[in-house]
């Protein structure tokens, strides 16, 4: 990164924010709201004021060069996993966000979520200012009904309770901590609709800290998962997706290549992507996991510490099938002891004990799990927020603020929530929007969008991050730390506050640095900061309370029925961002469906209902009633049914209200958990159908050799295939005089998990189209993941294949086009000349790989404030212009321009392509064919490189790396 990308702001405006003076006397605040926001979006009355006309400089501040992109490093602020980012800022404003690759935890790589925050920083339908019921009104107004009535409750000793999701910015818990303390009882609630809090107390009961422990996939040899999604949603999927896919890095570890086994219920984006996946019941979960627990203790050698209800357990009520995939997987974990991981996605503080207890029998603690470095993510407590309910519906509770938080909406008794908040004299409302439960609130104080500003954060313990703004606030809004530290009579700004914060707890702590200012600026410019490690000894596992856990999981539950799994999605997570279209219309990596949730069932169990996909069916347990359309999912087992929560919004905003169905009401709270698995559910079918927009409806290569695959044995005994014959050229071959550009993918590594995809879109401004359109096979992503199925008797094989213009030399789509709109670049690239191009679709016909894209309409760009999300460097498209992948060319431009101004070559992966520069499992490769010491030049020559249809002719700059399957054989012995 360049250093002047980490300037820092010293003085204030009028409104109180830091700025930094340049020596033209404008500064940089300045600039971004005069030139940032463009002429449109200050044309509007509700951006930052004072209002100020767009003028030329006269002279040019030395950190800002127009037409230049500027890399500010930050901190992600889509969930509590914290990855490391760098956010493009373009003329003042930001326009794309990617993974800063010096980010210990996600090292570059970024999940959809995090590529979709750009957009959410421009929803126009975002809180533009302080609210008292329901009425705009000033900040010094909102401050003084809020400053009188905190008065009356430290007068009368009135409790308080400030109810927000996991912060793991340690600055601004330390500062809601300082508001809290004025008064005589207040706590902070948090709360997490999906919950991970069984982690982190079932630590409590085996080591004594409460804490969600690090866990390194990549130190491990044999992972086994029951239900934990690690590659989707579970805590930290995009630092898992990159150890995981370390792990299975079969390049460099070969035949010592990571070995996953998945048990589940449902088919999930990590189950998809398991070596052996095993289809249990979630009835058997309880049972699999004790019986693993005895074989484990029994084969390690630890069978004398082993509890009397997991010695004696009788495995009788598992299938047989179940039975002996755990018997084999128990062989598996002790021959990879030390080397090893067991993971459970349960709520269940009981299960989670006898996880613990088989990570200890494996010697796993200190090795792939890590308690000393515990993650921050998931710090509710279930327990404490169904309290916090029963405190306010008792009339308790004086004042609640709210941060982030909805449980009016996502709560199980979200009706129950809400009258219980009613009772409560003060309520306020500081999130960003006016959701289900801060329309509720009596004031609505509005905090910054994360890309707006100042924060720290520590996601794991002893990874400290910056959070900073990249742009003033668009809006009359104010940071949540600095509203709280108002009403504390504290009038600093938050900056100071966080740089006070980090010059005493951080400085004494380093011995590089003397200044502050240059430990300070450093940080910045970094975007992480990594504490000397302190030596933390792994606290001695301890089994009280095991037995009796044991014995609760060992009783069988009689539940008639079929069981319903709740589960978020990879994009739509728990439902905070249903206000965002580029999440929506990103298809669900298993069912390849957009814009809907969904009841999935089995073939089995839609043939034994005679019901169809598309048809709506009615979901019921007791008093809670649901409406959903049937999907039918292959590798679900046939008593499950599944259902992603975070849809049924009724106050998301005009995208996300009415999608879907919110079936958060099947939670329940047991033993002081949530539980996201409940039995004795009935499944009514209706006369109701609808149709799914799907982006793909094939679920089976039908025979064809689309994805190459191997087993560790014959990759690492050099058995793939075959080298291809010499084809015969019809076409003189193209001259490539300076570079020819291609790209391999490593099948291996990619998950699936689409974040390449929405990369892509944010790049090159591709546009939302909406359910409707989709469902006509007319969306406009360039890229998309195809996922194929396998059937056999030993359970459902899925794969992932990365899909987009393969930039062809013998390009089919050239030939036929009447107006050579589509071309051959003398660098190896099938260019689209849009002014040429009349719409005849010839070349999307004519294209093996169905990866041209058409405009049918004129899609609306009317939002001004929206379009600044739009990057300058990629045309916008009008209708009836085909569309297509270009392997990022302004990126393949802007990289030769610097080089050319700096008189040398390009170097080998200087330039990235979207898709590559923030992949979480680095499965893409970029670079110059003509340079054969390249990366990708010496993937295309190993043995697992494949051209895809081959047989065309078609020369194709993209290849992929076939994937290796690993058998469990060289584990033998």
Same mark, same amino acid.
């Given at each position: 990164?360049?250093?002047?990308?980490?300037?820092?702001?010293?003085?204030?405006?009028?409104?109180?924010?830091?700025?930094?003076?340049?020596?033209?006397?404008?500064?940089?605040?300045?600039?971004?709201?005069?030139?940032?926001?463009?002429?449109?979006?200050?044309?509007?009355?509700?951006?930052?004021?004072?209002?100020?006309?767009?003028? +030329?400089?006269?002279?040019?501040?030395?950190?800002?060069?127009?037409?230049?992109?500027?890399? !500010?490093?930050?901190?992600?602020?889509?969930?509590?996993?914290?990855?490391?980012?760098?956010?493009?800022?373009?003329?003042?404003?930001?326009?794309?966000?990617?993974?800063?690759?010096?980010?210990?935890?996600?090292?570059?790589?970024?999940?959809?979520?995090?590529?979709?925050?750009?957009?959410?920083?421009?929803?126009?339908?975002?809180?533009? =200012?302080?609210?008292?019921?329901?009425?705009?009104?000033?900040?010094?107004?909102?401050?003084?009904?809020?400053? =009188?009535?905190?008065? $009356? /409750?430290?007068?009368?000793?009135?409790?308080?309770?400030?109810?927000?999701?996991?912060?793991?910015?340690?600055?601004?818990?330390?500062?809601?901590?300082?508001?809290?303390?004025?008064?005589?009882?207040?706590?902070?609630?948090?709360?997490?609709?999906?919950?991970?809090?069984?982690?982190?107390? *079932?630590?409590?009961?085996?080591?004594?800290?409460?804490?969600?422990?690090?866990?390194?996939?990549?130190?491990?040899?044999?992972?086994?998962?029951?239900?934990?999604?690690?590659?989707?949603?579970?805590?930290?999927?995009?630092?898992?997706?990159?150890?995981?896919?370390?792990?299975?890095?079969?390049?460099?570890?070969?035949?010592?290549?990571?070995? &996953?086994?998945?048990?589940?219920?449902?088919?999930?984006?990590?189950?998809?992507?398991?070596?052996?996946?095993?289809?249990?019941?979630?009835?058997?979960?309880?049972?699999? %996991?004790?019986?693993?627990?005895? %074989?484990?203790?029994?084969?390690?050698?630890?069978?004398?510490?082993?509890? #009397?209800?997991?010695?004696?357990?009788?495995?009788?009520?598992?299938?047989?099938?179940?039975?002996?995939?755990?018997?084999?997987?128990?062989?598996?974990?002790?021959?990879?002891?030390?080397?090893?991981?067991?993971?459970?996605?349960?709520?269940?503080?009981?299960?989670?004990?006898?996880?613990?207890?088989?990570?200890?029998?494996?010697?796993?603690?200190?090795?792939?799990?890590?308690?000393?470095?515990?993650?921050?993510?998931?710090?509710?407590?279930? $327990?404490?927020?169904?309290?916090?309910?029963?405190?306010?519906?008792?009339?308790?509770?004086?004042?609640?603020?709210?941060?982030?938080?909805?449980?009016?909406?996502?709560?199980?008794?979200?009706?129950?929530?809400?009258?219980?908040?009613?009772?409560?004299?003060?309520?306020?409302?500081?999130?960003?929007?006016?959701?289900?439960?801060?329309?509720?609130?009596?004031?609505?104080?509005?905090?910054?969008?994360?890309?707006?500003?100042?924060?720290?954060?520590?996601?794991?313990?002893?990874?400290?991050?910056?959070?900073?703004?990249?742009?003033?606030?668009?809006?009359?809004?104010?940071?949540?730390?600095?509203?709280?530290?108002?009403?504390?009579?504290?009038?600093?700004?938050?900056?100071?506050?966080?740089?006070?914060?980090?010059?005493?707890?951080?400085?004494?702590?380093?011995? #590089?640095?003397?200044?502050?200012?240059?430990?300070?600026?450093?940080? %910045?410019?970094?975007?992480?900061?990594?504490?000397?490690? *302190?030596?933390?000894?792994?606290?001695?596992?301890?089994?009280?309370?095991?037995?009796?856990?044991?014995?609760?999981?060992?009783?069988?539950?009689?539940?008639?029925?079929?069981?319903?799994? %709740?589960?978020?999605?990879?994009?739509?997570?728990?439902?905070?961002?249903?206000?965002?279209?580029?999440?929506?219309?990103?298809?669900?990596? /298993?069912?390849?469906?957009?814009?809907?949730?969904?009841?999935?069932?089995?073939?089995?169990?839609?043939?034994?209902?005679?019901?169809?996909?598309?048809?709506?069916?009615?979901?019921?347990?007791?008093?809670?009633?649901?409406?959903?359309?049937?999907?039918?999912?292959?590798?679900?087992?046939?008593?499950?049914?599944?259902?992603?929560?975070?849809?049924?919004?009724?106050?998301?905003?005009?995208?996300?209200?009415?999608?879907?169905?919110?079936?958060?009401?099947?939670?329940?709270?047991?033993?002081?958990?949530?539980?996201?698995?409940?039995?004795?559910?009935?499944?009514?079918?209706?006369?109701?159908?609808?149709?799914?927009?799907?982006?793909?409806?094939?679920?089976?290569?039908?025979?064809?050799?689309?994805?190459?695959?191997?087993?560790?044995?014959?990759?690492?005994?050099?058995?793939?295939?075959?080298?291809?014959?010499?084809?015969?050229?019809?076409?003189?071959?193209?001259?490539?005089?300076? &570079?020819?550009?291609?790209?391999?993918?490593?099948?291996?590594?990619?998950?699936?998990?689409?974040?390449?995809?929405?990369?892509?879109?944010?790049?090159?401004? /591709?546009?939302?189209?909406?359910?409707?359109?989709?469902?006509?096979?007319?969306?406009?992503?360039?890229?998309?993941?195809?996922?194929?199925?396998?059937?056999?008797?030993?359970?459902?094989?899925?794969?992932?294949?990365?899909?987009?213009?393969?930039?062809?030399?013998?390009?089919?789509? $050239?030939?036929?086009?009447?107006?050579?709109?589509?071309?051959?670049?003398?660098?190896?690239?099938?260019? #689209?000349?849009?002014?040429?191009?009349?719409?005849?679709?010839?070349?999307?016909?004519?294209? +093996?790989?169905?990866?041209?894209?058409?405009?049918?309409?004129?899609?609306?760009?009317?939002?001004?404030?929206?379009?600044?999300?739009?990057?300058?460097?990629?045309?916008?498209?009008?209708?009836?212009?085909?569309?297509?992948?270009?392997?990022?060319?302004?990126?393949?431009?802007?990289?030769?321009?610097?080089?050319?101004?700096?008189?040398?070559?390009?170097?080998?992966?200087?330039?990235?392509?979207?898709?590559?520069?923030?992949?979480?499992?680095?499965?893409?490769?970029?670079?110059?064919?003509?340079?054969?010491?390249?990366?990708?030049?010496?993937?295309?020559?190993?043995?697992?490189? !494949?051209?895809?249809?081959?047989?065309?002719?078609?020369? #194709?700059?993209?290849?992929?790396?076939?994937?290796?399957?690993?058998?469990?054989?060289?584990?033998?012995?």
């Amino acid at each position: 990164m360049k250093d002047k990308l980490w300037k820092q702001f010293i003085d204030e405006d009028e409104r109180g924010l830091p700025v930094l003076q340049s020596s033209s006397g404008i500064s940089r605040r300045t600039f971004l709201e005069a030139i940032g926001y463009t002429t449109a979006a200050i044309a509007l009355t509700s951006c930052a004021t004072p209002e100020q006309k767009v003028i +030329p400089y006269l002279k040019q501040p030395p950190e800002m060069t127009p037409g230049v992109a500027s890399w !500010y490093a930050s901190t992600c602020g889509g969930c509590s996993a914290g990855c490391g980012v760098l956010v493009k800022v373009r003329d003042g404003r930001p326009i794309k966000v990617e993974g800063n690759p010096e980010h210990p935890l996600n090292k570059g790589g970024l999940c959809p979520v995090a590529h979709s925050m750009v957009f959410g920083l421009y929803d126009a339908q975002r809180v533009r =200012q302080p609210l008292i019921g329901g009425k705009a009104v000033s900040w010094d107004e909102a401050d003084g009904r809020i400053t =009188q009535k905190l008065a $009356e /409750i430290k007068a009368s000793g009135g409790k308080v309770r400030f109810l927000s999701n996991t912060i793991i910015s340690p600055s601004s818990r330390s500062t809601i901590n300082k508001f809290l303390s004025q008064f005589k009882d207040a706590k902070h609630i948090i709360y997490e609709p999906v919950s991970s809090s069984a982690l982190r107390l *079932a630590h409590l009961r085996t080591h004594g800290v409460e804490t969600t422990p690090s866990y390194r996939f990549d130190q491990a040899k044999v992972v086994v998962s029951f239900g934990a999604d690690f590659l989707g949603t579970w805590i930290s999927p995009a630092a898992f997706t990159r150890g995981y896919s370390e792990g299975r890095d079969v390049n460099a570890r070969k035949g010592d290549m990571l070995r &996953h086994i998945q048990f589940e219920s449902r088919l999930s984006l990590t189950g998809a992507n398991a070596d052996k996946r095993v289809k249990i019941s979630p009835t058997e979960e309880s049972a699999a %996991l004790l019986l693993l627990a005895r %074989l484990v203790a029994s084969k390690s050698g630890a069978s004398a510490s082993t509890p #009397q209800a997991i010695a004696a357990f009788d495995s009788g009520k598992l299938s047989a099938q179940t039975t002996a995939a755990i018997e084999s997987c128990a062989d598996e974990l002790v021959r990879g002891r030390t080397r090893s991981l067991v993971v459970c996605g349960s709520n269940d503080v009981d299960k989670q004990q006898v996880v613990n207890y088989i990570n200890n029998a494996l010697d796993n603690y200190g090795k792939a799990i890590l308690l000393g470095s515990a993650a921050q993510a998931g710090q509710g407590r279930d $327990e404490d927020f169904q309290t916090l309910v029963q405190e306010m519906k008792d009339g308790g509770i004086a004042a609640v603020f709210v941060l982030n938080a909805n449980p009016a909406y996502d709560h199980f008794a979200g009706a129950d929530f809400s009258a219980a908040f009613s009772k409560v004299p003060l309520k306020v409302s500081l999130g960003p929007s006016l959701d289900e439960t801060a329309s509720q609130a009596d004031v609505v104080c509005p905090t910054h969008h994360f890309l707006e500003s100042w924060d720290d954060a520590e996601p794991v313990s002893g990874v400290l991050s910056l959070t900073q703004p990249t742009i003033a606030p668009l809006f009359k809004t104010r940071a949540y730390q600095e509203s709280l530290m108002r009403w504390s009579g504290d009038n600093r700004s938050y900056y100071d506050a966080l740089r006070t914060e980090w010059q005493t707890t951080h400085l004494p702590g380093q011995t #590089q640095f003397k200044s502050f200012d240059d430990f300070w600026d450093k940080s %910045l410019h970094d975007g992480v900061y990594l504490p000397p490690a *302190a030596d933390s000894a792994v606290p001695s596992f301890r089994n009280e309370g095991l037995d009796e856990a044991a014995a609760r999981l060992a009783t069988p539950i009689d539940s008639e029925g079929f069981t319903l799994e %709740l589960y978020p999605k990879v994009t739509i997570r728990d439902g905070r961002f249903s206000n965002n279209p580029w999440l929506h219309e990103i298809p669900d990596p /298993i069912s390849k469906t957009t814009w809907d949730n969904y009841a999935s069932i089995s073939p089995a169990t839609a043939a034994k209902l005679n019901v169809t996909e598309g048809q709506v069916v009615r979901l019921k347990k007791n008093e809670i009633s649901v409406e959903l359309p049937v999907l039918i999912q292959v590798g679900q087992s046939d008593d499950t049914i599944a259902a992603a929560v975070g849809y049924g919004r009724t106050k998301a905003g005009t995208v996300g209200n009415g999608i879907g169905a919110n079936v958060f009401s099947f939670v329940e709270y047991s033993n002081g958990t949530f539980r996201y698995k409940t039995g004795g559910i009935t499944l009514e079918p209706t006369s109701n159908a609808v149709s799914f927009a799907k982006t793909q409806t094939a679920d089976s290569a039908e025979g064809r050799p689309l994805i190459k695959e191997y087993s560790l044995t014959e990759f690492v005994g050099g058995h793939l295939h075959e080298k291809s014959e010499e084809q015969i050229d019809l076409w003189k071959p193209h001259d490539f005089p300076e &570079h020819k550009w291609g790209m391999v993918v490593d099948l291996n590594a990619c998950v699936g998990c689409n974040a390449c995809v929405l990369s892509c879109q944010a790049e090159n401004n /591709i546009p939302v189209v909406g359910k409707d359109e989709v469902h006509r096979r007319r969306e406009m992503h360039w890229m998309r993941i195809d996922r194929y199925y396998d059937e056999s008797p030993e359970g459902t094989t899925t794969r992932f294949q990365p899909m987009t213009c393969s930039q062809c030399d013998n390009a089919s789509c $050239e030939t036929v086009c009447p107006v050579l709109a589509t071309v051959h670049s003398s660098e190896g690239l099938n260019m #689209q000349v849009y002014n040429r191009c009349v719409g005849t679709r010839y070349c999307a016909n004519n294209c +093996p790989f169905k990866v041209r894209r058409f405009n049918w309409f004129l899609y609306p760009h009317d939002d001004p404030i929206a379009n600044l999300a739009l990057n300058p460097d990629v045309t916008v498209r009008s209708r009836g212009v085909m569309e297509k992948c270009t392997f990022c060319v302004q990126r393949i431009e802007e990289g030769k321009i610097r080089a050319r101004n700096e008189g040398r070559s390009i170097k080998d992966g200087e330039i990235q392509t979207a898709c590559q520069q923030s992949c979480p499992a680095n499965a893409i490769t970029f670079g110059d064919l003509k340079d054969l010491n390249s990366k990708v030049s010496t993937l295309r020559h190993t043995k697992r490189n !494949y051209v895809l249809l081959e047989e065309l002719n078609l020369r #194709q700059g993209l290849t992929y790396l076939g994937k290796v399957r690993n058998d469990g054989e060289d584990l033998e012995g």
